[in-house]
T-cell receptor, first 111, second 114 residues
Framework: QKEVEQDPGPLSVPEGAIVSLNCTYSNSAFQYFMWYRQYSRKGPELLMYTYSSGNKVDGRFTAQVDKSSKYISLFIRDSQPSDSATYLC???????????FGTGTKLQVIP | DTGVSQDPRHKITKRGQNVTFRCDPISEHNRLYWYRQTLGQGPEFLTYFQNEAQLEKSRLLSDRFSAERPKGSFSTLEIQRTEQGDSAMYLCASSPPNSGTEAFFGQGTRLTVV
């Protein structure tokens, strides 16, 4: 079992929809959680970063962490075609070299 | 552009050849990481530098792989005697001092071994 599990998709939604992307993790030691966006043939771009359980909001993006169930979510409100990308969740403890990435979920937002 | 810079962006090489990639981190970032990413997978950790010291290496980093960061600034990743299984995107990331839990990625070098 991988330490971070993520549904690879693809996930197709119409423009304007609310998108929900999810990950589960198995390592109770994980202390911080991240979401990255990766466009095709580009490097990952950090979207959201959080230490604690609960919600963190940044514009149209909301990251949610539930440590009791080891569940990580990213919500995208009012999705746009430019949101079409692969979304990677990542979790870690200690230094960044200990971060484990999920396999990514490919999202397509259809105009 | 003040982000992480990687060169080249693409490299096609014949099996058995050696290749070298370069990474220039964000200025004043003392931590530097190399990752490998294959299609449909997330980035996999290869190695980590703090300043010029290579502090950690993954078991994925076979004897054919070597990385250096001689002056604590740019880094190079060399693959000797390339194999088709080395075909992947090689990503570099860097972190600032006192923030070792957050990193910023470059655009990657896509290697194709034919």
């Amino acid at each position: 079992q991988k330490e971070v599990e993520q549904d690879p998709g693809p996930l197709s939604v119409p423009e304007g929809a609310i998108v929900s992307l999810n990950c589960t993790y198995s390592n109770s030691a994980f202390q911080y959680f991240m979401w990255y966006r990766q466009y095709s043939r580009k490097g990952p771009e950090l979207l959201m970063y959080t230490y604690s359980s609960g919600n963190k909001v940044d514009g149209r993006f909301t990251a949610q962490v539930d440590k009791s169930s080891k569940y990580i979510s990213l919500f995208i409100r009012d999705s746009q075609p430019s949101d079409s990308a692969t979304y990677l969740c990542a979790s870690g403890s200690g230094g960044y070299q200990k971060v484990t990435f999920g396999t990514g979920t490919k999202l397509q937002v259809i105009p | 552009d003040t982000g992480v810079s990687q060169d080249p962006r693409h490299k096609i090489t014949k099996r058995g050849q050696n290749v070298t990639f370069r990474c220039d981190p964000i200025s004043e970032h003392n931590r530097l990481y190399w990752y490998r990413q294959t299609l449909g997978q997330g980035p996999e950790f290869l190695t980590y530098f703090q300043n010029e010291a290579q502090l950690e290496k993954s078991r994925l980093l076979s004897d054919r792989f070597s990385a250096e960061r001689p002056k604590g600034s740019f880094s190079t990743l060399e693959i000797q005697r390339t194999e088709q299984g080395d075909s992947a995107m090689y990503l570099c990331a860097s972190s600032p001092p006192n923030s070792g839990t957050e990193a910023f990625f470059g655009q990657g070098t896509r290697l194709t071994v034919v």
